[in-house]
């Protein structure tokens, strides 16, 4: 035991392995505690930063292969792309955690900071042109709603807080061996489960007053080919109606299409949205249905855009459509864009760069970015259309509750990945939502999983995967605001100005 202790690589890999099984669907969480104790280890066996890095890279391509090796059901390149480039960017908060642990004295203050370098990084890789948050460390634990539920305060990024500072104490405890650190550790590891037990509530079915039932279809049209493999877009369009029609019932207010349920790019003003118009009006039911989306400007308009149409400058959107039981049809734009696979990254920079015009930075953009939280709202419900990797924000997903969103709706196609762990991470997520804004989900997913969730995490309803279906729920409309809705990132935002802080100090106290 001792010997392998001793071998960064068998520490770094090993590492790598256990974070893997931490997340969905092994759902091994609890491992993610000594695979952070190797991580420290590791650097604290290190002789340089340069080597530190080189170790690690291995652990965490492990780490990201066991978790996302999904993403080269989609696209080859771009998959191993992503690994690839991921493992980098987490090589740098662990060189931090190994900066302070030679820099800082004190066990307790060196955890901290330890732990604010992770969570900072965790949030800064939220918020750029390459963000993949998918393995932030708070989303393996989303299927145990009953120790995370105070996340609805910190954000689920308090997870990732509540395992690598456990883990850094822990490590501290292991080279240091004094009570105090004991007691420290012991506190922290016990006090999040704990509260979250002491806030738990149960929400098996909607309260009687203010709910809304929702229809959610699941085509299962299969996405790697043109129309489903269908004869067109009129056959598409049928085959949701149909199986819409055996769905829905006299109490249905709203029916939930799953993203590109629309296999096709139309204009708002096209023959297929004048009869999601018209299907409307005739049901009296609202539709949310996932669409690619044609988009026209002015002739002197500013934005990127792929070509032109009828003399004007167009583009296309990744969207959904909000059909009300009038006929009016407005639109969502998806804001969160995979990078690479769905938009080029930094592309408006580059375009503002390249002052001599010599690329078209328009046509090979990518998807139109969304930029406003756009809403279906009647007089009984709000909710947005949050598509696909919008569910995985909870920055942006903030924006709508703010604006009184009584429900979240998530539309999603998930398969593009196949029957691999993709689907099943990324349904377990929408719980963290839940939980984090108090808030009902309903899930649309072309292939699956669709369901209901509670504002607690639990499931309510869940489909299997791969098969054609569609069911009502009734759920509730609620106008409750989270500590985390109200005051936003305001846990990361202290870890990277701790972070931020003590390295400036660090620096300028060695060069006195």
């Given amino acids: 035991m001792k010997k392998w202790l001793e071998n960064k690589w068998v520490l770094s890999i090993a590492a790598g392995v256990l974070l893997g099984l931490s997340f969905p669907p092994v759902n091994l969480s609890f491992l993610s505690f000594p695979a952070f104790i190797l991580f420290f280890h590791l650097a604290q066996k290190c002789n340089s930063y340069k080597q530190l890095a080189y ?22 390149p771009a998959g191993v792309a992503a690994i690839l480039a991921n493992s980098v960017l987490m090589t740098i908060p662990l060189c931090l955690i190994k900066y302070f ?16 370098a992770w969570v900072g990084y965790e949030f800064l890789h939220h918020n750029w042109d390459l963000s993949w948050t998918w393995l932030a460390v708070g989303n393996g634990w989303a299927n145990f709603i ?21 883990s850094a104490l ?34 098996s079915e909607a309260d009687s007053q203010n709910r809304t039932e929702v229809a959610i279809i699941q085509p299962n049209h299969d996405s790697y080919q043109n129309y489903a493999g269908m004869s067109g877009l009129t056959e598409v369009v049928d085959s949701l109606f149909t199986l819409t029609e055996r769905t829905i019932t006299s109490e249905t207010e709203l029916v939930i299409w799953p993203e590109n349920a629309i296999d096709g790019y139309i204009f708002k003003d096209s023959p297929t949205a004048s009869r999601l118009a018209d299907s409307a009006q005739a049901w009296k039911i609202n539709f949310l249905v996932g669409t ?18 009828r003399g004007l400058p167009y583009n296309a959107f990744n969207a959904a459509l909000f059909v009300n039981t009038m006929g009016n049809i407005e639109d969502y734009e998806k804001a969160n864009l995979v990078p690479v696979v769905e938009r080029v990254p930094f ?5 503002a760069i390249d002052i001599f015009d010599w690329v078209d930075w328009g046509k090979i953009a990518g998807f139109g970015k969304g930029t406003t939280p756009d809403m279906i709202s009647t007089d009984t419900f709000t909710t947005p259309g949050l598509i696909c990797y919008d569910s995985v924000y909870p920055s942006w997903i903030r924006e709508f509750v703010k604006r009184d969103a009584t429900f979240l709706t998530i539309i999603t196609n998930d398969g593009w990945w196949g029957d691999t762990s993709g689907h099943h991470q990324h349904f377990a997520y929408a719980r963290l939502r839940a939980i984090e804004f108090d808030r009902w989900i309903a899930r649309s997913a072309n292939n699956g999983i669709s369901g209901i969730i509670a504002p607690n995490g639990s499931i309510l309803h869940k489909t299997d995967y791969w098969v054609r279906t569609g069911f009502t729920s009734t759920i509730q409309n609620r106008s409750t605001k989270t500590i985390y809705t109200r005051f936003g990132n305001w846990l990361p935002l202290l870890c990277l100005t701790l972070t931020i802080t003590f390295w400036v100090f660090f620096r300028v106290r060695n060069k006195e």
């Fill in 55 to 76: 170790y690690s890279y291995a652990g965490f391509v492990v780490w990201n292969l066991i978790g996302t090796y999904w993403l080269m059901m989609a696209s080859l």
């Fill in 170 to 203: 822990t490590y501290q405890l292991i080279l240091r061996k004094e009570k105090n650190i004991l007691y420290a550790t012991i506190a922290v590891f016990l006090f999040f489960p704990l509260w979250s037990l002491l806030i738990y509530e149960d929400h």
């Fill in 292 to 309: 690619g989306l044609y988009k026209s400007y002015p002739a002197d308009t500013k934005e990127l855009y792929r070509g032109t149409f």
């Fill in 146 to 166: 009953g120790i995370i539920q105070y996340i609805s305060v910190t954000g689920f990024l308090g997870i990732s807080f509540w395992v690598v500072l456990s």
């Fill in 347 to 351: 592309v408006n920079t580059l375009a």
């Fill in 101 to 116: 642990s030679e820099k800082s004295s004190a066990p307790l203050l060196t955890s901290l900071l330890q732990t604010s």
